[in-house]
């Protein structure tokens, strides 16, 4: 079955350092999506992707969709202390929607 | 403003007894969904349901069970079969209940405990 897993687990940064996220999925995606939970609130959409190859800029947050479209980045640029909290991306290919572990960051002032 | 209201937002409940979440969206939603999110982990699909009238398991519904009567309304009852029920619990809806895609729009959850 399909399978979503997500690097690293944890992430300390200092504040100001770069911050990236992977998805990796067992088989091809029709596209992802990514979502951000602050600590003690809900997951709160951040940006879909559907292109293979597909690149997408928020700000300091830059996402990713792989050639293969089996693997998916998020890039956070001089992590600020509002970046803290847990990403999630989630598979779009069944109806089931599969979210990935997540990756928790904390950011050190 | 639309959006999607849970409510209790805390929740303490005795072994064996039943405890129903309720869920409420005002977005027109047609899909609705039951999300389970155990400390430092990702999120579990209980239940999800693509119209009214009808409603699929999800990935541990063991102990669960759901109703959609109305589109607005998605209640998810924590049953005393439910061997770890504490737990934060998410419900979620999206627009449409095929197989295009759409972003989540996610309540702020529920915390229940058990004493």
């Known amino acids: 079955g399909q399978q979503v897993m997500q690097i690293p687990q944890y992430q300390h940064v200092q504040e100001g350092e770069d911050f990236t996220t992977y998805c990796n999925s067992s088989t091809t995606l029709s596209n992802i999506q990514w979502y951000k939970q602050r600590p003690g609130g809900h997951p709160v959409f951040l940006i879909q992707?559907?292109?293979?190859?597909e690149v997408k800029k928020q700000k300091r947050l830059t996402f990713q969709f792989g050639e293969a479209k089996k693997n998916s980045s998020l890039h956070i640029t001089a992590t600020q202390t509002t970046d803290v909290g847990t990403y999630f991306c989630?598979?779009?290919?069944?109806?089931?929607?599969?979210f990935g572990t997540g990756t928790r960051l904390k950011v050190l002032a | 403003d639309g959006g999607i209201t849970q409510s209790p937002k805390y929740l303490f409940r005795k072994e064996g007894q039943n405890v129903t979440l309720s869920c409420e969206q005002n977005l027109n939603h047609d899909a609705m969904y039951w999300y389970r999110q155990d400390p430092g982990q990702g999120l579990r699909l209980i239940y999800y349901s693509q119209i009214v009238n009808d409603f699929q398991k999800g990935d541990i519904a063991e102990g669960y069970s759901v109703s959609r009567e109305k589109k607005e309304s998605f209640p998810l009852t924590v049953t005393s079969a439910q061997k770890n029920p504490t737990a934060f619990y998410l419900c979620a809806s999206r627009i449409s209940g095929g197989r295009d895609t759409g972003e989540l729009f996610f309540g702020e959850g529920s915390r229940l405990t058990v004493l």
């Open positions: 992707l559907v292109k293979s190859g």
């Open positions: 989630r598979s779009s290919g069944t109806y089931k929607y599969i």
